[in-house]
């Protein structure tokens, strides 16, 4: 992950010619990166909200790629 290989929908587009777009979202203007597919999309935040403490909730949504997986991996999120 840290070289960017994992395969979202934005890098399956820019090897394969594919749609960059969120297969989940169905939004012409929602693309797929690794943090919307592993965080940002609205059906994977709604799992989120419900396993990560309400305090803890902002700052887990709200920092970068590189933030947000060193973040989880120093802290315990669970609600």
Not at 14 to 21: D, L, T, V
Request: hydrophobic letters at 45%; glycine letters at 4%; charged letters at 15%.
């Amino acid at each position: 992950m840290a070289q960017g290989k994992l395969l979202s929908a934005d890098r399956m587009a820019r090897i394969m010619g594919s749609s960059p777009h969120c297969h989940n979202c169905h939004k012409a203007t929602c693309i797929e990166t690794i943090l919307h597919a592993l965080r940002d999309c609205p059906h994977v935040a709604s799992v989120w909200s419900r396993i990560i403490a309400p305090i803890a909730l902002m700052p887990f949504l709200s920092t970068n790629l590189e933030e947000w997986v060193e973040l989880n991996m120093q802290n315990e999120y669970g609600a």
